[in-house]
């Protein structure tokens, strides 16, 4: 059974930073791209990054690229998202995901976690 759980967010104020993890089970963390995405009730769900099962490359949508840091540990079968100079708009409850298929060829997620909540709030 795939499981991942997410955990880091919280409370923080415009300008703040945080650190999110995702704990991977159930499959062979290290075949699969990993990606972070957000969902708030004024945007739906929404991507922000991606990760190759190697991590030789990354990906950021627009609204985060040059704020967010996604990595990935997978001898731990850990997955990070590094947020930094929040702002309102990044409230969401943010959720690790595993892509839809192993190695490189991919076209989406499938499996995601039960999320962790980020609120950003002066």
């Known amino acids: 059974e795939v499981q991942l759980v997410e955990s880091g967010g919280g409370l923080v104020q415009p300008g703040g930073s945080l650190n999110l993890s995702c704990v991977a089970s159930?499959?062979?963390?290290?075949?699969?791209?990993m990606y972070w995405v957000r969902q708030s009730g004024a945007r739906g769900l929404e991507w922000i990054s991606t990760?190759?099962?190697?991590?030789?490359?990354?990906y950021y949508s627009e609204s985060v690229k040059g704020r967010f840091t996604i990595s990935r540990d997978n001898a731990q079968n850990t997955v990070s998202l590094q947020l930094n100079d929040l702002k309102t708009r990044d409230t969401a409850m943010y959720y690790c995901?595993?892509?839809?298929?192993?190695?490189?060829?991919?076209?989406?997620?499938?499996?995601r976690g039960q999320g962790t909540q980020v609120t950003v709030s002066s």
């Open positions: 159930g499959f062979t963390f290290s075949d699969y791209a």
């Open positions: 995901a595993r892509a839809d298929r192993p190695g490189g060829d991919y076209r989406g997620f499938a499996d």
């Open positions: 990760i190759e099962n190697d991590g030789s490359r990354t």
